[in-house]
């Protein structure tokens, strides 16, 4: 096994230096870098979308959830849809006729404000940090169980290489990086479930025996207040991701995102459901592990077939690499486009601002390492985390924003900031009695941001004409 | 974000520092003895659970009074644990019938990979050149075969190498995506750079 794992890695990694080498030669502007020219295709972009969701999170997190919880923990999903069609009528199709290179830079010019578009590119550099902590622990555990070898190592070659491959090409050689990422999860996947059904003796024996191990595996392990919790954290997260509608950006027009979003669902489908069906197997298999973040790596180490299972190994491994190296084009994109590009040196000539990117690219990876090795939490929950925070801050000033004139900039301004502190004091406070009163913070957090959006903005001066034009067209 | 954070631990009743599992097969029965070290142990009581397999009966040996309880899906039983110290158990059954899987106890005690040992060895197991399909990973030794996975699973799969191997047939079929997935793409690629190069010629 380690000797195909190995063959099957180094084959991967030559292909993926192939394309990032191809794609450095075709970068030649910070817009060939940040949205690849606005070339990418429905199916390639359809894939990118679905790469950018299946992080660590899900081939780590989520089937370690279905290992511990079983079968309840799937209708997250339904939160996690919901937000990519909020995002496909309500987001994407006026992000992509507005044509900008960053988030913030729909922010900026929203609401007529530098200023507000400099502070949701902090907030995103602070949020995303959170959510790389995840993808670097998820990388730990697998090489820890695959590999035997030291965390650290894992992420450190994780850093080096994503960075590397980020670097090149920027947002064209990840959407084929990303591309061939996606179809060696989805194949991997699929290929392992009757291999696992196999091995278990049938659909019936594996069911009957979760049953008498624990009979919520197969109902209700989490209650409806803590799935819709989860639930709403997934969608309002989803529909204003940054690192999601960047990739928007990158698309040939507003009909591509749209199919584009429709085929990510549907890998998003099939890999959910593989998902939770491995999950529940591998605990037929292996009922006491001590951590529901092994399942996914032991079972393609220890159970699946020698080439299945690299395969399935190295589609975990990038799809890590895949969700760091988003992260990293929006939070390099942050620091590169929106504060230093705006702020620092607005003179800035292009090459300057594509290698301060590349720079920032770096330190970005490097900081969330010192945090992923001291594990605050399983990755699920990392994600999860991150999640509301994004929620929080950003689905008010996004999806309202693009959707109500009325937004000033005080007002997106207060709905930041105030939708992301009342969820990180709700999450110390009174998350703690969740299990009576049933309230989230990121309930707190959307209603907070929601009531300050609204209410400073009917009070404070309304954003220049020639602004709002650009996303509602004229009165 | 913390109670979510800890409340992800499996609720084990100690650690399983080492499991040794000897099966012998007897033409239509198998014959199985384990030994189980658990220590640091959390509760004061480790559940032991059997899958059912269909087509199979199962006698337990030893221990001889536990504290039984069996539904269609398993069989479990219950030992007391000095909580803080450790305890070993030892567990005999028989399994006859279909015996292609042989179910094994599974304490709700997780291994450390680091410090933990466990062994599977199979005696009489005849069709050794199925051996690379079965579960866990086994290698042959001179008294049969032995495997030392890492954690305890639920049950060995011992393949009869009659008709085809799934193992086989999965990896054959990702050599084979892999190839169509590669001539697919060439095809493609050289479709598109035959189109960029043709209206060149023709402004040239």
Known sequence: MTGTLAAVLIVYVFVVIGIAVWSAFQTKTEEDFIVAGRSIGPFVGGAVLAATQISAGTVVGTLGRHYFTGVSWWYIWFGVWAGWLTSAFF????????????????????????????????????SYSIYLVAQFQASGEIARAVLGIRPLTAMLVIVASTSVYTMLGGVRSSSYIELLQTLLIV????IAVPVLLNHAGGFGQAMRFLDSMDPRLLRWYYGPKELIAFGVAFSLSIAAAPYEMTRYYSMRDEKTVKQAIAIAIG????????????????????????????ASSIMAFEVLPPLVGALLIVGMVSAIMSTVNSILLVTGASVAH?????????????????????IAIVVLAVVPVFFALR??????????????????????????????????????TAGMVGGFFACLVWEFTGQRGFATHGIDAVEVGVVTSLILFLAVSRYTRPVAEENVRIFFGTN | MIAFAS????????????????????????????????SSARSDSVRFLLMRIAGQSVHLLRPAQPILSSDDGAIAFTIPAPSGGSTTTEIEYSVSGDLVRIP?????????????????????????????????RFSTVEDGIVSRPENLPSFVLLPTGSGLSTNRAADALVAFLILLGTALWARRYRRGRAQRQSPMRETS
């Open chain 1, 91 to 126: 987001v994407a199709p006026k992000l992509r006729r507005f044509g900008a290179l960053t988030v913030p830079d729909y922010i900026a010019t929203r609401f007529g404000s530098e200023k507000v578009g400099a502070l949701a590119a902090i907030l995103i550099i602070v």
């Open chain 1, 187 to 190: 194949f991997g996947l699929l």
């Open chain 1, 267 to 294: 890998f998003q489908f099939i890999i959910g459901l593989s998902v939770l069906a491995i999950g529940l197997l591998t605990r037929v298999l292996f009922p006491n592990l001590a951590s529901p973040d092994q």
């Open chain 1, 338 to 358: 929106d504060l230093y590009g705006k702020f620092i040196r607005p003179d800035a000539s292009q090459a300057r601002l594509v290698g301060v990117n590349r």
């Open chain 1, 375 to 412: 594990e605050f939490g399983d990755v699920q929950t990392i994600v999860i985390e991150q999640a509301k925070f994004i929620a929080s801050f950003f689905f008010v000033p996004v999806v309202i924003g693009l959707n109500w004139r009325g937004g000033t900039a005080a007002g997106a």
């Open chain 2, 7 to 38: 409340g992800m631990l499996l609720a084990a009743a100690g650690q399983l520092d080492s499991a040794t599992i000897e099966i012998d097969l007897t033409g239509e029965a198998a014959t199985v003895r384990a030994v189980y070290h658990i």
């Open chain 2, 104 to 136: 094994i106890f599974v304490p709700n005690a997780p291994t450390d990979p680091d410090r933990s040992s466990i062994e599977l060895r199979v005696r009489g197991y005849v069709h050794r050149d199925a051996v690379r399909d079965a579960f866990p």
